[in-house]
């Protein structure tokens, strides 16, 4: 059986492919497209992963969209209603998009399709509910036959956080995904995120990575305002917040007047002078978020007597709070879907439509790790098309073996280069996990600059991750587990670390104490955001590591996404060789391919970051 | 049509029949909004809707 998966229309729209139980084939619209968060109908994506699984729509047994439309409908005509007449701003703007387009969405769902497949027919196409489909994403991948899930996130119809048991046996058709609580609009843990977010001058749905990578910058001094006024935390972490601070309900704005009284000024305007302000409220909504997190974890043990435990929703992105949730042990195990955000609902979808809505039977060959194939689950290009593409590009390149390339690249790394990695299936989800990545020397103290400041062209704060070789983490880091999605924070492992020098720097001069020996991925608080490479799911840069280990005696590297501020990752050849002639990147490879940016010829080279508009 | 039969069904399956009255205004104003042409949302706000 074969089920497509389709996120679109909010943010992030996606496609993924499920046949059989197996997940065939994801990717995200805004890969394609190269606009970032595209919410169109995601065309070029459904079309990537039926080509991938070297299938056509006609043989899609059904269509699943991850969310409900008229239950939204409901969520938004229901709180105008409890707050009237002082929605009307809010009303007055998004009525019109909802009687012209998305009320109707079922019509406009069915007219896309049809553009594909025009004899698709309606009965066919299945709607998910968009915290089923979360969860649904979270433990039909995950490893574990029975887990507790939780879902947390800004909302999706009404529901914005939920707490599941999901079970399930091998070639079994008993699949079941039962919700026990819930929680609804507008207390929601990813709204409060999201406000404070663009309190701090950062954009609502890309600026809670920098909020949260902020925070160690800062001392969570506001974190007693924050429960004295703005949430009231119960003991089993339900929550309310008080609307008089928030004005997302009612207004066209995140937070209400009352808000930034209460913290003491104005929002900070976008692109300003961060402050020592600035970093103290994210610090403090960064520990209220765990501080809620952590009761919700404890009273979810309690309430379904699972071990295992499994994440999904935006707000399963701050890693920092999963690595606490890891660390507190109220969970044997924890899994955290890698696409958690609404690009995952799409599988979510197509995943709770086979065990759930069809009670088709889980498959029987499970993998050793979990059903996401490490997350690759994008398009690949063969040498033969990376060729091709490098060719119409212009470009100068050197066709290597397999251990040519990694000896090379090894070698280049060692002297400083910033690489560009385009290798085997892209990423799904938005974590770009060593197949469409920036790889750098982890020891070196100016990778942190360069790469922010002259190939990524973002703020000089943002730390940068460590991919490390998963048999060695516990040498480098004291993760004791695996974290192949770079979804867990934990500290840098005490041995690599070097006596502090500044410890009262102010600020971002934090940020120049060579705190270990891996500097580049050493966050100001010794912290790193840690992915682990297996053999199985990516064996090209479990191979690299070694090697670079063997020269370096460092089994660890600078891994970030491959792409320039505002861009969405690499998704073909020829958007790797843009950006690497855009940037300041030394070599980039793609395949078997090797190309050195002083070997380009220079009327290529361009200054194309300007053209996406900042995130 | 199937449009109005699937949401009046939407409406009893949910026991939400006592919003029709309401929507029935809200949306006479709503559409009264479509024909003054409404500007687009700014990005000041989590995508609500």
């Known amino acids: ?615 | 049509m199937s449009f109005l039969k699937e949401f009046f069904a939407f409406l009893k399956e949910n026991k939400k029949l006592w919003l029709i009255p309401l929507l029935v205004v809200l949306l006479g104003v709503g559409g009264l909004l479509i024909v003054a042409k409404s500007s687009a949302l700014a990005p000041l706000i989590y995508t609500l809707f």
């Open chain 1, 1 to 615: 059986m074969k089920i497509l998966g389709i996120s679109a229309y909010y943010h992030d729209s996606a496609a993924a492919l499920v046949i059989d139980g197996e997940i065939a084939a994801a990717a995200q619209e805004e890969r394609f497209s190269r606009i970032k968060h595209d919410d169109r109908f995601p065309h070029r994506a459904i079309a990537a992963c039926l080509h991938q699984a070297k299938s056509n729509i006609g043989e899609v047994d059904a269509i699943v969209f991850y969310e409900k439309p008229f239950l939204k409908f409901d969520r938004l005509l229901e709180t105008y209603l409890a707050m009237a007449p002082r929605g009307f701003t809010s009303f007055r703007k998004s009525m019109p998009l909802w009687l012209k387009e998305k009320l109707f969405l079922k019509n406009q769902l069915l007219s896309e399709i049809r553009k594909i497949e025009p004899a698709f027919s309606e009965e066919k196409l299945l709607f998910s509910e968009h915290h089923l489909s979360h969860a649904a994403s979270a433990f039909f991948a995950s490893p574990f036959e029975r887990a507790a899930v939780l879902t947390l996130d800004g909302v999706g119809e009404w529901t914005t956080t939920s707490i599941s048991v999901g079970a399930r046996e091998s070639d079994s058709t008993t699949a079941t995904l039962k919700r026990i609580q819930e929680l609804q609009f507008p207390h929601s843990l990813g709204l409060l995120y999201s406000t404070f977010t663009t309190y701090a001058g950062f954009k609502v749905n890309s600026g809670e990575y920098k909020l949260m990578g902020l925070a160690p910058y800062g001392t969570p001094k506001f974190e007693k305002l924050i429960f004295d006024h703005l949430i009231e935390l119960k003991d089993d972490g339900s929550f309310r917040l008080n609307l008089e601070y928030f004005d997302f309900c009612t207004g066209i704005k995140m937070f209400s007047p009352k808000f930034e009284a209460l913290f003491g000024g104005r929002a900070r305007l976008p692109e300003s002078t961060i402050t020592q302000h600035t970093a103290d409220i994210a610090a403090s909504i960064q520990f209220a978020l765990e501080k809620v997190i952590a009761r919700i974890v404890i009273h979810a043990r309690a309430a379904t007597q699972e071990k295992n435990l499994c994440l999904a929703g935006g707000v399963a992105l701050n890693c920092v709070a999963n690595g606490k949730i890891l660390r507190s042990g109220v969970f044997d195990k924890i899994w955290i879907q890698p696409a958690a955000g609404d690009a995952g609902g799409a599988l979510g979808a197509a995943l709770s439509a086979h065990h759930l809505h069809f009670k088709k039977p889980t498959p029987r060959n499970k993998p050793a790790t979990d059903w996401m194939r490490g997350s690759y689950l994008g398009p690949q290009y063969s040498d033969q098309e990376i060729e091709a593409e490098l060719e119409r590009a212009g470009a100068v390149w050197h066709k290597l073996m397999p251990e040519e390339l990694i000896a090379r690249a090894a070698k280049s790394l060692k002297s400083g280069y910033a690489l560009g990695w385009h290798q085997n299936a892209m990423e799904f989800g938005p974590r770009a996990l060593g197949n469409r990545s920036i790889l750098a020397d982890a020891r070196s103290p100016e990778t942190q600059t360069v790469l922010n400041l002259k190939i990524k062209f973002r703020e000089s704060f943002r730390p940068f991750a460590p991919v490390v070789l998963f048999e060695k983490v516990h040498e480098w880091f004291d993760l004791k587990t695996e974290s192949p999605y770079m979804l867990l924070v934990d500290a840098v492992h005490h041995s690599q670390l070097r006596p502090s020098q500044q410890t009262n720097a102010a600020l971002f001069e934090k940020l120049k104490t060579q705190r270990s020996t891996i500097p580049a991925v050493t966050h100001v608080d010794n912290s790193a955001r840690i992915q682990t490479a297996h053999k199985e799911t990516n064996p090209l840069l479990h191979a690299l590591l070694p090697e670079f280990e063997a020269q370096t005696g460092v089994p660890c590297l600078a891994n970030t996404s491959f792409n320039v501020r505002g861009e969405p990752i690499v998704e073909s050849p020829t958007d790797a060789f843009r950006c690497f002639m855009g940037t300041d990147l030394d070599a980039l490879a793609i395949g078997s391919y090797w190309l050195e940016k002083s070997e380009q010829k220079p009327e290529l080279h361009q200054k194309y970051h300007q053209s996406f508009s900042l995130d």
